[in-house]
């Protein structure tokens, strides 16, 4: 089976405090070592209301100096 999509990002979705759907902002919370975590925030009130965690696909390795 042929992939075709690997990666989706929300453009909308509910926001409990508006009690609508509504657009969203996507922002970097943390790199973690599995991948990277998002935050889905209102644009109208500034609600979380989603996050994601993009896995790494290499096994790359995080040096702290």
Do not use: H
Request: net charge positive; charged share 30%; with cysteine.
């Amino acid at each position: 089976m042929r992939e075709t999509y690997k990666d989706f990002d929300a453009t909308e979705l509910f926001c409990p405090k508006c009690k609508r759907a509504v657009a969203v902002r996507k922002k970097l919370l943390l790199i973690l070592q599995d991948g990277e975590k998002y935050d889905y925030s209102c644009v109208y009130c500034g609600t979380s209301i989603g996050d994601k965690l993009v896995k790494n696909t290499t096994n790359s390795k995080l040096i702290i100096c």
